[in-house]
């Protein structure tokens, strides 16, 4: 799908093939409920699916006493690490097959998850996952996926995504599908309240990144524009104080709702430059996905602000409510300046000193193929755009001139 007519492309496969919302189960032990619904449901040989600080913390054992106690016949594989890559996928089938499972059950972050949906549609479907790489390459249903996220800001519980990385040449391998998205999900604010300030942050901007991206995208479907809406919203009012107070439950819990419907947003619609050049830098240096996207979001919001204006407007007066008379421009810039004051707020750097300049030619290189051949956006970049952007994270400067 060429930049030209990726609008068009999106939108047909978004009508044609809709992103299904999950069955939504939410608040304090929302991961036992959720099991007993893959119990309920006839699955009787899950393979766990988590992250070994799941395992090794002990937050698990309330699950695997549940499935005790119920005969359930369970396997763990947690070896989970951050930006999969193809070998913890291969392992997973591996296991899986040896088992003979009959359901995936995934506790953790995005990671987790993205390769809990690879692993579960595998396993119908050749047990080949490089051969389900691509648009739409799932010819059988998955096996049953229950997701339950230990953050709050991939929205892979409701994604038709999953990215995994190649080790050798730093390219991430994307698989979309809409029989990715897990039939049920869990957002457990028992689990979330645990997460460290500096992650709570850094999620929590990803999923601020999905909405917006989501919103300012050439796609438009009223639904997705009101999930993505509400999500931003959601996100400047609770993100804050789920940072400053982990156990405040109600900001978990709202930040968990927004980062889902922002999930489904750019299921349906599509994300942007922000993704693509911090999926460049997750590959290269190994930079948290949801910090690269915050470094990255301001520079291309002005880079995107002429030719998304209105959008911007809107989300502006959502926000600062209704009556607002000021221009458009005045709008635009004002929203900017809040994610530029919500990033102070968290704490989150200016800059990458991991970023290093003889690099900047293959990202920007390798974000425009990502985006020109996947996204819906505003305006197309050239090569010396995201070289320009490139700098200004190297230097810390938000304010960029294109």
Same mark, same amino acid.
């Given at each position: 799908?060429?930049?030209? =007519?990726?609008?068009?492309?999106?939108?047909?496969?978004?009508?044609?093939?809709?992103?299904?919302?999950?069955?939504? =189960?939410?608040?304090?032990?929302?991961?036992?409920?959720?099991?007993?619904?893959?119990?309920?449901?006839?699955?009787?040989?899950?393979?766990?699916?988590?992250?070994?600080?799941?395992?090794?913390?002990?937050?698990?054992?309330?699950?695997?006493?549940?499935?005790?106690?119920?005969?359930?016949?369970?396997?763990?594989?947690?070896?989970?690490?951050?930006?999969?890559?193809?070998?913890?996928?291969?392992?997973?089938?591996?296991?899986?097959?040896?088992?003979?499972?009959?359901?995936?059950?995934?506790?953790?972050?995005?990671?987790?998850?993205?390769?809990?949906?690879?692993?579960?549609?595998?396993?119908?479907?050749?047990?080949?996952?490089?051969?389900?790489?691509?648009?739409?390459?799932?010819?059988?249903?998955? +096996?049953?996926?229950?997701?339950?996220?230990?953050?709050?800001?991939?929205g892979s519980?409701?994604?038709?995504?999953?990215?995994?990385?190649?080790?050798?040449?730093h390219?991430?391998?994307?698989?979309?599908?809409?029989?990715?998205?897990?039939?049920?999900?869990?957002?457990?604010?028992?689990? +979330?309240?645990?997460?460290?300030?500096?992650?709570?942050?850094?999620?929590?901007?990803?999923?601020?990144?999905?909405?917006?991206?989501?919103?300012?995208?050439?796609?438009h479907f009223?639904?997705?524009?009101?999930?993505?809406?509400?999500?931003?919203?959601? +996100?400047?009012?609770?993100?804050?104080?789920?940072?400053?107070?982990?156990?405040?439950?109600?900001?978990?819990?709202?930040?968990a +709702?927004?980062?889902?419907?922002?999930?489904?947003?750019?299921?349906?619609?599509?994300?942007?430059?922000?993704?693509?050049?911090?999926?460049?830098?997750?590959?290269?240096?190994?930079?948290?996905?949801?910090?690269?996207?915050?470094?990255?979001?301001?520079?291309?919001?002005?880079?995107?602000?002429?030719?998304?204006?209105n959008?911007?407007?809107?989300?502006?007066?959502?926000?600062?409510?209704?009556?607002?008379?000021l221009?458009?421009?005045?709008?635009?810039?004002?929203?900017?300046?809040?994610?530029?004051?919500?990033?102070?707020?968290?704490?989150?750097?200016?800059?990458?000193?991991?970023?290093?300049?003889?690099?900047?030619?293959?990202?920007?290189?390798?974000?425009?193929?990502?985006?020109?051949?996947?996204?819906?956006?505003?305006?197309?970049?050239?090569?010396?755009?995201?070289?320009?952007?490139?700098?200004?994270?190297?230097?810390?400067?938000?304010?960029?001139?294109?």
């Open positions: 799908m060429r930049a030209a =007519i990726n609008k068009w492309g999106i939108k047909f496969l978004a009508g044609a093939f809709p992103a299904n919302k999950p069955t939504l =189960i939410t608040g304090s032990g929302a991961m036992l409920k959720l099991a007993k619904l893959m119990m309920n449901s006839g699955v009787q040989r899950p393979l766990i699916i988590a992250d070994d600080f799941m395992t090794q913390s002990g937050k698990l054992s309330a699950l695997t006493k549940l499935l005790k106690d119920a005969n359930c016949q369970f396997t763990v594989f947690d070896e989970v690490v951050p930006n999969p890559t193809m070998l913890e996928v291969e392992n997973s089938v591996t296991l899986a097959q040896s088992i003979k499972t009959d359901g995936i059950f995934v506790v953790g972050g995005g990671s987790a998850i993205d390769i809990a949906k690879v692993v579960a549609a595998t396993l119908t479907n050749g047990n080949k996952p490089k051969k389900l790489i691509g648009m739409m390459r799932v010819r059988n249903k998955p +096996l049953p996926l229950f997701a339950v996220p230990t953050t709050s800001g991939t519980e409701v994604t038709v995504a999953a990215v995994i990385s190649d080790p050798v040449s390219q991430k391998a994307f698989f979309l599908d809409p029989d990715f998205v897990p039939l049920a999900a869990g957002l457990d604010t028992d689990l +979330l309240a645990s997460l460290p300030p500096s992650i709570t942050a850094y999620t929590g901007m990803d999923a601020l990144t999905h909405a917006i991206e989501a919103y300012i995208a050439r796609v009223n639904d997705a524009q009101s999930d993505a809406l509400t999500a931003i919203r959601l +996100l400047l009012e609770y993100l804050p104080r789920a940072y400053k107070n982990g156990t405040d439950l109600e900001a978990r819990e709202m930040v +709702l927004a980062s889902f419907m922002a999930g489904y947003a750019f299921s349906k619609q599509g994300l942007g430059y922000v993704h693509a050049i911090s999926h460049q830098l997750s590959a290269h240096y190994n930079t948290p996905h949801g910090l690269a996207n915050a470094v990255v979001l301001p520079r291309v919001l002005r880079f995107n602000k002429p030719h998304c204006l959008q911007l407007a809107e989300i502006e007066s959502a926000i600062a409510g209704e009556g607002s008379d221009p458009e421009q005045q709008l635009a810039h004002n929203f900017i300046k809040r994610i530029d004051q919500l990033s102070d707020e968290l704490q989150i750097e200016k800059s990458l000193d991991s970023l290093l300049e003889k690099d900047f030619f293959k990202i920007a290189k390798q974000a425009l193929r990502e985006a020109n051949g996947s996204y819906s956006v505003p305006k197309a970049m050239k090569l010396n755009h995201v070289i320009r952007i490139l700098d200004a994270v190297k230097a810390g400067e938000r304010e960029v001139v294109f």
